[in-house]
T-cell receptor, first 117, second 113 residues
């Protein structure tokens, strides 16, 4: 089944304790992206990756890191989490740019709910 | 800069009634537009999308949306709402470079029996 998976789905942590949220897709998609969802703000893009070893900042990158060493994986790293990073996080992927309407439609994972105390 | 506005934070309709969710955008070129639905505790599911061509777009679950360039709008409609349509709906705009998807704040739909 074609899908985007995220782990963990739920995470409670404390300020300053490094954590990683994994994202994996099995569709051979080139483009991957991370969003955070906060009430009334919709989803805001954190980082995106056009392909392996190619990443760039979105609208709200502060406090986050990403890496893209393999095409299928795009982990989100919080090196020193703070309470303002408590949020619902979504990973998404698409076939790639320049592929037309089909290729540029993003498909989302189930979300990771993070609470930073 | 691109932006998306969904003016209605909450909407309540009766089951069987028609529905229209509003979406306005700001973008300097022809946008790529999407509607996604998020059921409680779930991820986002794509309802429909507009890239070019016919301005009336059909999607899944009986939804449709109409792109109106003159009004910078992409409103979502359904002729008869079902209780299972209760969810949060997001309008989104993809820039022409294809690397940035901007979301509206969402509209939460409640359906009365």
């Amino acid at each position: 089944e074609a899908q985007v998976t995220q782990n963990p789905r739920y995470l409670i942590t404390v300020t300053g304790k490094k954590l990683t949220v994994t994202c994996s897709q099995n569709m051979n998609h080139e483009y991957m992206s991370w969003y955070r969802q906060d009430p009334g703000l919709g989803l805001r893009q954190i980082y995106y990756s056009m392909n392996v070893e190619v990443t760039d900042k979105g609208d709200v990158p502060e406090g986050y890191k990403v890496s893209r060493k393999e095409k299928r994986n795009f982990p989100l790293i919080l090196e020193s989490p703070s309470p303002n990073q408590t949020s619902l996080y979504f990973c998404a992927s698409s076939l790639g740019l320049g592929q037309g309407a089909y290729g540029e439609t993003q498909y989302f994972g189930p979300g990771t709910r993070l609470l930073v105390l | 800069a691109q932006s998306v506005t969904q003016p209605d934070i909450h909407i309540t309709v009766s089951e069987g009634a028609s529905l229209e969710l509003r979406c306005n955008y700001s973008y300097g070129a022809t946008p790529y537009l999407f509607w996604y639905v998020q059921s409680p505790g779930q991820g986002l599911q794509l309802l429909l999308k507009y890239f070019s061509g016919d301005t009336l777009v059909q999607g899944i679950k009986g939804f449709e949306a109409e792109f109106k360039r003159s009004q910078s709008s992409f409103n979502l409609r359904k002729p008869s709402v079902h209780w299972s349509d209760a969810a949060e709906y997001f309008c989104a705009l993809l820039n022409n470079a294809g690397n940035m998807l901007t979301f509206g704040g969402g509209t939460r739909l409640m359906v009365k029996p």
